[in-house]
């Protein structure tokens, strides 16, 4: 697997209007968004105020890549939020989905969230558990899909993908 983990920060306007971006906005209305019924680019509220992190694939040796992953980071009062978390199918179970969680749990610390939290499908409610969250409350529906919120202190998370800020 070659992939390289990439941050798009808020503020940073050149990624918004960057090719990786535009990458990102596709891979989410592949993965997230049209199995859930939802219209291509319709959960996009929170991206200008969030961290972006892209896995970028065979972006090595100065080659174009192509974002096979991604994750959003929102700064809110409670900690941190974590949204739109999307692998490319041919890609997933290769470990993408941790690299990026790691990366996203890294810049919460740096940024002192203490809680990153997030409201997981039903059918990722094991990616999370398998990478520390805890559950809380009860599941609840989100256009149309059972979610359950789960978290993690970002100080007692443990990165086992390599991947360090
Ligand atoms: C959920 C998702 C992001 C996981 O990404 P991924 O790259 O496939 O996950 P990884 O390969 O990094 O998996 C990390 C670990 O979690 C496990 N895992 C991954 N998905 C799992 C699942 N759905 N249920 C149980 N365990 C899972 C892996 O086996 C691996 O375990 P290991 O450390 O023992 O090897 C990806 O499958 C996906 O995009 N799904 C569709 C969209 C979605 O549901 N997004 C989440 C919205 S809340």
């Given at each position: 697997?070659?992939?390289?983990?990439?941050?798009?920060?808020?503020?940073?306007?050149?990624?918004?209007?960057?090719r990786t971006?535009?990458?990102?906005?596709?891979?989410?209305?592949?993965?997230?968004?049209?199995?859930?019924?939802?219209?291509?680019?319709?959960?996009?509220?929170?991206?200008?105020?969030?961290?972006?992190?892209?896995?970028?694939?065979?972006?090595?040796?100065?080659?174009?890549?192509?974002?096979?992953?991604?994750?959003?980071?929102?700064?809110?009062?409670?900690?941190?939020?974590?949204?739109?978390?999307?692998?490319?199918?041919?890609?997933?179970?290769?470990g993408v989905?941790?690299?990026?969680?790691?990366?996203l749990v890294?810049?919460?610390?740096?940024?002192?969230?203490?809680?990153?939290?997030?409201?997981?499908?039903?059918?990722?409610?094991?990616?999370?558990?398998?990478?520390?969250?805890?559950?809380?409350?009860?599941?609840?529906?989100?256009?149309?899909?059972?979610?359950?919120?789960?978290?993690?202190?970002?100080?007692?998370?443990?990165?086992?993908?390599?991947?360090?800020?």
């Amino acid at each position: 697997m070659g992939v390289l983990i990439c941050e798009g920060a808020p503020g940073n306007a050149a990624y918004f209007v960057g090719r990786t971006y535009q990458q990102e906005r596709q891979l989410r209305n592949e993965v997230l968004l049209r199995p859930a019924g939802i219209p291509d680019f319709g959960w996009e509220m929170f991206d200008r105020e969030a961290h972006h992190f892209v896995a970028v694939d065979g972006a090595a040796d100065g080659a174009v890549g192509q974002v096979v992953g991604c994750v959003l980071l929102v700064p809110k009062e409670d900690g941190g939020k974590l949204i739109q978390m999307a692998v490319d199918p041919r890609q997933q179970g290769g470990g993408v989905g941790r690299l990026l969680v790691d990366a996203l749990v890294a810049r919460a610390q740096v940024l002192g969230l203490g809680r990153v939290y997030c409201d997981a499908r039903e059918k990722a409610e094991g990616f999370y558990d398998r990478l520390g969250f805890h559950r809380e409350g009860d599941w609840f529906l989100e256009a149309g899909i059972p979610h359950l919120k789960m978290w993690v202190e970002s100080a007692q998370y443990v990165p086992m993908g390599g991947c360090s800020l």
